[in-house]
């Protein structure tokens, strides 16, 4: 990676594009912010290196970059059809952005697993998933009992537990 200001750079540009890209839907540009503070804050608490800091970023901005083309083509955009979907339309972003490809295949992995929770193989991917869960369960809504059992069954980085806890009073 390039040193710390350009890669804030770089993701601040990523940021506007993913703004331009949901254009006119302000739930899906909301939901990426809140999914992109949380994971930024439980990488720093877990003290992601730089590198795996900022997969998990760019990672968290576009996650969800597969609902638009579900949408377009199957009339609805459940979590497998986002996950099937996406990789391909950040890929193509993200090279015209410029990015290295071994960085690009890491979050297209992450992009075509974000829904996917047996087998999380690596922190980034980790933390991916609990703060894509802290932003859902507030968004959908979700009641205590699937709270807890969310809880236990999804989230294992430290700062992630803590935040739950402290959001969610479990």
């Given at each position: 990676?390039e040193?710390?200001?350009v890669s804030?750079?770089?993701?601040?540009?990523?940021?506007?594009k993913?703004?331009?890209?949901?254009e006119?839907?302000?739930?899906?540009?909301?939901?990426?912010?809140?999914?992109?503070?949380?994971?930024e804050?439980?990488?720093?608490?877990?003290?992601?290196?730089?590198?795996?800091m900022?997969?998990?970023?760019?990672?968290a901005?576009?996650?969800d970059?597969?609902i638009?083309p579900?949408?377009?083509?199957?009339g609805?955009?459940?979590?497998?059809l986002?996950e099937?979907?996406g990789?391909?339309?950040?890929?193509?972003?993200?090279?015209?952005?410029?990015?290295?490809?071994?960085?690009?295949?890491?979050?297209?992995?992450?992009?075509g697993h974000h829904?996917?929770?047996?087998?999380?193989?690596?922190l980034?991917y980790q933390?991916l998933?609990e703060a894509?869960?802290?932003?859902?369960i507030?968004?959908?809504?979700v009641?205590n009992?699937a709270r807890?059992?969310?809880?236990?069954?999804?989230?294992k980085?430290?700062?992630?537990?803590?935040i739950f806890?402290?959001?969610?009073?479990i």
């Open positions: 990676m040193d710390g200001g804030q750079r770089w993701l601040d540009t990523l940021f506007l993913m703004i331009e890209y949901y006119g839907d302000p739930k899906r540009i909301q939901h990426f912010i809140k999914v992109h503070s949380f994971a804050l439980i990488g720093k608490g877990e003290q992601l290196d730089e590198d795996t900022f997969i998990l970023e760019v990672a901005y576009v996650h970059i597969g638009k579900a949408e377009e083509k199957y609805r955009s459940d979590g497998k986002q099937q979907e990789p391909t339309v950040a890929q193509q972003l993200l090279f015209d952005l410029g990015l290295e490809n071994y960085v690009i295949d890491r979050i297209c992995y992450l992009v829904h996917t929770y047996s087998n999380i193989e690596g980034d933390i998933v894509d869960f802290l932003v859902n507030y968004e959908d809504e009641g009992s807890k059992s969310a809880y236990e069954r999804i989230f980085t430290e700062t992630g537990k803590k806890r402290q959001m969610y009073g």
